[in-house]
């Protein structure tokens, strides 16, 4: 079994300084205030009765993901996880958003976000017939700015190779999944790597962990140890973590279904401030010996409890101490420092291109691999010049 205790011994050791790579990036703080989201209410719905013409999936979502700050989003299933990294992230392409969503201050605007943000998918795709190397060096070449040369650009893949502990797999083809190339669990850390090329500052992860067994579950984990200790926000959605994993986490936002907050703050030590926290609630049971913190929060914050206890864990949130706190540190986070610029991009993206260029200009690329429901075949033809023939970085396959 892999040594997940490892965790905490390398945040140690790599606290003191964090981890530098070849390519600086600005640290992000993102803040988000009073964030909502409702999309137009299903036919289904309406047919069975509910009135109103929006649904309401997120409800006042106040909270701040810090540099260095590895945040888990936990709750049931249906809960909001996913919608609320998405609204984070500004992946919806449908729906209403409301309220504030800030990075390093600013109003986050997606064009320039889009830039210094990675998501990374839940089942991403990627291409069967290309080596680890080149996936990496493919998403580095369409996403890192074209000033940046290509000997930096390539000792900036090798540092991700490292740290992300792909070394010894590069030249390993990705392969289908379930049939050949790559297991889940290494498909998940070439899922971070080619977001972590483009040199992100934010990282999003929709549950990293999920389906794999507690080994595999452990080495991701310790991959994403390793990004959040170069000094970048990571967010990630997380599912029926082992204490280890649970634990390896620094700050916990916690829903309950309807898409509301129930905890907004610091795991503690051995989980302590959240065990504190729920057991400090009138009729919640205690956690017993070596119980798994995050299944006794899961069980203890339930609709069931809830009905049985009579009480809203939401309305006892929003009465906390912890929820004044947070409000003023989104408070004081979302004054943009003065050191930090807005960020303003030339050369405008030229969506006439799309499909009519084999050349692809890198921005438009850019914002093309963000696309999740736009797949990547339309770029096969492209890719293949470049990896084969435009490419002599990637010499001869072995
Ligand atoms: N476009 C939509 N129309 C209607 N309902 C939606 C839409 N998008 C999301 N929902 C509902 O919003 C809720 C939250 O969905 P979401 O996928 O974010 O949950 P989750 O916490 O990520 O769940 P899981 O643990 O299963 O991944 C679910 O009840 C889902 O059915
Ligand atoms: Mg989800």
């Given at each position: 079994?892999?040594?997940?205790?490892?965790?905490?011994?390398?945040?140690?050791?790599?606290?003191?300084?964090?981890?530098?790579?070849?390519l600086p990036f600005d640290?992000?703080?993102?803040?988000?205030?009073?964030?909502?989201?409702?999309?137009?209410?299903?036919?289904?719905?309406?047919?069975?009765?509910?009135?109103?013409?929006?649904?309401?999936?997120?409800?006042?979502?106040?909270?701040?993901?810090?540099?260095?700050?590895?945040?888990?989003?936990?709750?049931?299933?249906?809960?909001?996880?996913?919608?609320?990294?998405?609204?984070?992230?500004g992946?919806?392409?449908?729906?209403?958003?409301?309220?504030?969503?800030?990075a390093?201050?600013y109003?986050k605007v997606q064009e320039t976000f889009a830039r210094i943000s990675g998501?990374?998918?839940?089942?991403?795709?990627?291409?069967?017939?290309?080596?680890?190397?080149?996936?990496?060096?493919f998403s580095a070449w369409m996403r890192l700015p074209a000033c940046i040369d290509s000997?930096t650009k390539?000792?900036f893949?090798?540092?991700?190779?490292?740290?992300?502990?792909?070394?010894?797999?590069?030249?390993?083809?990705?392969?289908?999944?379930?049939?050949?190339?790559?297991?889940?669990?290494?498909?998940?850390?070439?899922?971070?790597?080619?977001?972590?090329v483009a040199n992100p500052s934010?990282?999003?992860?929709?549950?990293?962990?999920?389906?794999?067994?507690?080994?595999?579950?452990?080495?991701?984990?310790?991959?994403?140890?390793?990004?959040?200790?170069?000094?970048?926000?990571?967010?990630?959605?997380?599912?029926?973590?082992?204490?280890?994993?649970?634990?390896?986490?620094?700050?916990?936002?916690?829903?309950?279904?309807?898409?509301?907050?129930?905890?907004?703050?610091?795991?503690?030590?051995?989980?302590?401030?959240?065990?504190?926290?729920?057991?400090?609630?009138?009729?919640?049971?205690?956690?017993?010996?070596?119980?798994?913190?995050?299944?006794?929060?899961?069980?203890?914050?339930?609709?069931?409890?809830?009905?049985?206890?009579?009480?809203?864990?939401?309305?006892?949130?929003?009465?906390?101490?912890?929820?004044?706190?947070?409000?003023?540190?989104?408070?004081?986070?979302?004054?943009?420092?003065?050191?930090f610029q807005r960020c303003v991009f030339s050369n405008p993206i030229c969506p006439k291109l799309l499909g009519t260029d084999q050349k692809l200009p890198m921005e438009t690329a850019f914002i093309l691999l963000e696309k999740?429901?736009i797949?990547l075949?339309a770029f096969?033809?492209h890719y293949?010049n470049f990896?084969?023939?435009r490419?002599?970085?990637?010499?001869?396959?072995?």
């Amino acid at each position: 079994m892999e040594d997940v205790s490892s965790f905490s011994h390398s945040r140690k050791k790599e606290e003191s300084s964090k981890v530098k790579m070849v390519l600086p990036f600005d640290p992000s703080t993102l803040t988000f205030q009073n964030v909502q989201y409702y999309v137009d209410t299903p036919q289904e719905m309406r047919k069975e009765g509910y009135v109103q013409r929006k649904l309401q999936i997120l409800s006042d979502i106040t909270g701040a993901a810090k540099p260095g700050v590895l945040t888990a989003l936990m709750g049931p299933s249906g809960a909001g996880k996913t919608t609320l990294l998405d609204v984070l992230a500004g992946r919806k392409t449908i729906g209403y958003i409301e309220g504030e969503i800030r990075a390093n201050g600013y109003p986050k605007v997606q064009e320039t976000f889009a830039r210094i943000s990675g998501y990374c998918e839940q089942n991403d795709i990627h291409s069967p017939q290309i080596t680890v190397k080149e996936s990496l060096i493919f998403s580095a070449w369409m996403r890192l700015p074209a000033c940046i040369d290509s000997k930096t650009k390539t000792k900036f893949v090798q540092e991700v190779i490292e740290t992300i502990e792909l070394d010894g797999m590069e030249d390993a083809l990705v392969g289908t999944p379930g049939l050949s190339g790559l297991s889940t669990e290494q498909r998940k850390r070439l899922t971070i790597a080619v977001e972590l090329v483009a040199n992100p500052s934010i990282i999003f992860m929709d549950e990293p962990t999920t389906s794999l067994d507690a080994r595999a579950a452990a080495i991701v984990m310790r991959a994403v140890k390793n990004v959040v200790d170069t000094g970048r926000t990571i967010v990630c959605t997380i599912h029926q973590p082992s204490i280890d994993i649970f634990e390896a986490f620094d700050e916990l936002i916690y829903l309950k279904n309807g898409g509301s907050l129930i905890y907004c703050g610091p795991l503690g030590q051995n989980s302590s401030k959240v065990i504190e926290y729920f057991e400090n609630i009138p009729g919640v049971t205690k956690i017993k010996d070596n119980c798994n913190p995050a299944t006794w929060m899961l069980e203890a914050t339930s609709s069931s409890v809830e009905s049985e206890l009579g009480i809203d864990f939401s309305e006892i949130y929003k009465s906390s101490a912890l929820y004044e706190n947070n409000k003023e540190l989104v408070r004081q986070l979302s004054n943009p420092p003065s050191r930090f610029q807005r960020c303003v991009f030339s050369n405008p993206i030229c969506p006439k291109l799309l499909g009519t260029d084999q050349k692809l200009p890198m921005e438009t690329a850019f914002i093309l691999l963000e696309k999740s429901f736009i797949q990547l075949d339309a770029f096969r033809v492209h890719y293949c010049n470049f990896v084969d023939s435009r490419h002599p970085l990637l010499g001869p396959r072995k």
